[in-house]
Nanobody
Framework: VQLVESGGDSVQTGGSLRLSCVVS????????LGWFRQVPGKAREWVAG???????YYSNSVKGRFTVYQDNAKNTLYLQMDSLGPEDTATYSC??????????????????WGQGTQVTVSS
């Protein structure tokens, strides 16, 4: 299984970006697809994604600004990011994990990760 992200870039505050994650191979039971982000020195943060039933989940920090969607015909997961701010600067990674945790409010478990794509938002 491979997950390959693209679309990261440098933008100014208020700008938009769309990230893509192409998923190839048999994910087996890794049916929770989502986006995470990480800043050096900080813990990885859940951004948005889908559980196995297709229900979408967003972190409070991006709700109303980011939209996650997928194109099953292209095996691609997308993250449309609008109204970007410097706080959104991070390396964004997509993942296919085992399940969505209501307790942790994120995809959890074992699975697969992409290599990440850098998003930089300048003020």
């Amino acid at each position: 299984v491979q997950l390959v992200e693209s679309g990261g870039d440098s933008v100014q505050t208020g700008g938009s970006l769309r990230l893509s994650c192409v998923v190839s191979g048999d994910r087996g039971t890794s049916n929770c697809l989502g986006w995470f982000r990480q800043v050096p020195g900080k813990a990885r943060e859940w951004v948005a994604g889908f559980d196995k039933d297709g229900t979408t989940y967003y972190s409070n920090s991006v709700k109303g600004r980011f939209t996650v969607y997928q194109d099953n015909a292209k095996n691609t997961l997308y993250l449309q990011m609008d109204s970007l701010g410097p706080e959104d600067t991070a390396t964004y990674s997509c993942a296919a994990l085992t399940y969505y945790s209501d307790l942790q409010q994120r995809c959890e478990g074992f699975g697969y990760w992409g290599q990440g794509t850098q998003v930089t938002v300048s003020s």
